[in-house]
């Protein structure tokens, strides 16, 4: 693990930038793709909003100033272009927020890159119908197991309404996979 | 030891003695019971072969670099667009410049959707001035239970600050 102060600092100063940045994409990629892509669901979108990520990210350096750790600085950076994205998407569409979730989950029936079941495609469903920071919470906790005070970092909400968030998820979730 | 002479109170023999034990077993037995909760432990999402080790950002330096070979076509671009304006700049009649109620309102609307504004409450109400606003377009528009509960569900941050009953807000 590299320390982030000191990564920080070099992406800073333009001669050790580049070598920075390739640290920096080589520690974070795998992370925050698991995290976008949960939210986009598609591959290819999720390929794109990794790029978009980082080129914020390698843009906006400068202005980092360290309040937050850098990893939830990215995540909250990667958190918002997909949401961005999928307003565009909808947009462009001609079709509400939700009704692109819907087909976004319809799709993963035929996307290669989907290998999960028919209760994993419900959960999907399911996830769909939540509101997006109830879902965001879920995901975070759920599948890429990260503790409450970094989820309170990215989200920027309080450990106890995180918790609320994700009582209230997995509650919806099991009761939307108990029903035929 | 002297006050549980004073106060009485008697615990089951060894109680303490396996406390720790039957604390742990408690904790895996939920632990368990997370295990075999309907939820599925894994998504099923995949990636294609070896996407992490091929994944590379376009980085800034490729564009810098195909910016200074177009440079010279710049150049070019540049200095006939400046004949350009320049023979029309003085072929035009100089009274009717272009004003911001030229652009088409279907323009101004699309660009309003299309672009991400991120104006605070605030910021809109200093451009916007009061006097263009009629109040009954604010009172008059009745909220369907549908929008206030969407809201609520995206903006509320501590369920509990609402004081409601568990059972009526499910």
């Given amino acids: 693990m590299i320390a982030e102060e000191t990564l920080v600092q070099e992406l800073k100063q333009k001669e050790s930038q580049a070598k920075a940045f390739e640290v920096l994409v080589n520690t974070y990629k795998e992370r925050l793709y698991w995290h976008i892509r949960r939210i986009v669901l598609n591959h290819d979108d999720a390929d794109d909003v990794l790029q978009n990520t980082f080129i914020k990210v390698y843009r906006n350096i400068e202005g980092f100033k360290g309040d937050s750790k850098l990893y939830s600085w990215m995540y909250r950076i990667a958190t918002n272009e997909s949401l961005t994205f999928l307003k565009q998407k909808s947009k462009k569409a001609g079709i509400s927020n939700e009704e692109l979730k819907m087909s976004l989950v319809e799709n993963l029936q035929s996307d290669v890159y989907f290998e999960g079941d028919e209760i994993q495609l419900k959960l999907q469903k399911a996830l769909a119908t939540l509101p997006d920071k109830q879902k965001l919470v879920f995901t975070m906790k759920y599948f890429q197991e990260m503790k ?33 | 030891m002297k006050e549980n002479h004073k106060n009485k109170f008697k615990t089951p023999e060894g109680y303490f003695d396996t406390f720790h034990e039957r604390l742990m077993d408690k904790i895996n037995e939920e632990e368990t019971a997370q295990e075999t909760s309907l939820i599925p432990k894994s998504d099923g999402f ?14 800034e330096q490729v564009k810098v670099v195909q910016l200074k070979s ?29 004003t911001f109620e030229d652009l088409a309102n279907a323009e101004l609307d699309a660009y309003f959707e299309s672009t991400e504004l991120n104006m605070s409450t ?49």
């Fill in chain 1, 148 to 180: 409450y005070e970094e989820i309170s970092e990215v989200l920027e909400t309080s450990v106890g309404a995180l918790k609320t968030s994700y009582h209230l998820a997995v509650k919806k979730i099991e009761t939307y996979l108990k029903a035929d």
């Fill in chain 2, 70 to 98: 177009y440079k010279k076509f710049y150049y070019a671009a540049a200095s006939i667009a400046a004949l350009f304006i320049l023979f029309f700049g003085l072929t035009w009649k100089a009274d009717s410049p272009i």
């Fill in chain 2, 122 to 170: 605030y910021e809109i109400a200093e451009v916007v001035s009061l006097s263009d606003l009629e109040i009954n377009e604010v009172f008059d528009n009745t909220l369907e239970d549908e929008n206030i509960l969407e809201y609520l569900d995206e903006n509320v941050e501590d369920i509990e600050d609402l004081n409601l009953d568990y059972n009526d807000y499910e």
């Fill in chain 2, 46 to 59: 995949a990636v294609p072969d070896k996407y992490f080790d091929t994944f590379k950002v376009e980085s």
